[in-house]
């Protein structure tokens, strides 16, 4: 485990009133939404026609979430995350129902997609003023930057050529979740389908918990958006001690390579890793199948 010293939420405020200032003034930025999630269902559906039993699905390289490779408080972390996104590719790949490409994703004007606490250290600005008054902990959120026009020409183009009618593009990377209540005196944490953690009693109020997770894109063969979300596996929270120093803990290195022999579901039968039912599910619930077997 390890503590680090978070940006002042006064930074974190900046950055909206940045934001809406670009607005305003009609800056350039991609077509973008912000959504409250519930609690336990991390989600969101934007078109309606979802795969059927004969769709041909294109999936890409598991990719690594942007913020990993932007975001100063995770530089030189990219490798630790290598094996993972090996596995996930070798999982993918052994699926009968969907296809291997053999193109990476162009990065200029693909989709962006963050989910996590509305309060996040890598929450959007759009997302910062969702918490009400009354709420004791930020609810969580999704924001979705859509792909440019020229990112989806590409992509109606290459999956036209593979004779797909959807694509999944998957990333893993860290982010925040919040807590919440558990009965009258406990806290736990909610990672994702019929998945949560409780959180220990001593455990500073205000601090999410940080969360490794994979999150999800189902594109049609137009290049849009039809459904997005997430599911986490692996968690670190905050002991109540650093709440003083307003810092917080991250998921160490140690924590990731051991992902494969500890990272468990122990509330499942056979106790199968806790990446591949995160994989499992995030399939199951962007393509609204079960037809990952």
């Keep these: 485990m390890k503590n ?11 950055s909206c009133l940045i934001f809406s200032a670009l607005m305003l003034a009609g800056g350039s930025v991609h077509a973008q939404n912000a959504y409250q999630l519930k609690k336990d269902h991390f989600y969101k559906t934007f078109k309606k026609k979802l795969p059927g039993e004969e769709s041909r699905v294109l999936h890409f390289p598991v990719m690594l979430d942007e913020k990993m490779r932007t975001e100063f ?4 972390r990219e490798e630790i995350f290598e094996p993972l996104r090996d596995s996930l590719n070798i999982f993918l790949d052994r699926l009968e129902w969907t296809t291997a490409s053999g193109a990476s994703v162009a990065h200029k004007g693909a989709p ?5 606490s509305s309060e996040a250290e890598t929450a959007p600005p759009a997302t910062m003023m969702m918490r009400n008054e009354e709420d004791i902990y930020p609810p969580m959120a999704l924001y979705l930057e859509k792909p ?13 050529d593979n004779g797909s009618d959807y694509a999944l593009l998957l990333w893993v990377g860290l982010t925040e979740y919040p807590k919440t209540n558990k009965g009258v005196f406990k806290k736990k944490v909610v990672l994702g389908t019929d998945y949560e953690h409780e959180i220990r009693f001593l455990s500073a109020v205000d601090k999410p918990v940080e969360v490794l997770q994979l999150t999800g894109i189902l594109l049609d063969r137009d290049g849009e958006v039809v459904r997005a979300g997430a599911e ?20 160490d290195d140690k924590s990731i390579r051991t992902l494969f022999t500890e990272q468990v579901r122990e509330d499942l039968p056979g106790h199968p890793p806790a990446w591949k039912v995160a994989a499992i599910n995030l399939l199951e619930q962007l393509t609204q199948r079960s037809r990952y077997q």
Excluded: C
């Design 4 to 14: 680090y010293l978070k940006p002042n939420l006064k930074i974190q405020l900046l």
């Design 73 to 76: 408080f995770y530089e030189g």
């Design 112 to 116: 962006y997609l963050f989910v996590g």
């Design 148 to 160: 440019s026009k020229q990112w989806r020409n590409s992509m109606r183009q290459l999956m036209a």
């Design 232 to 251: 986490g596996f692996l968690h670190e929270d905050s002991p109540f001690w650093l709440q003083v120093l307003n810092a917080g803990s991250t998921i």
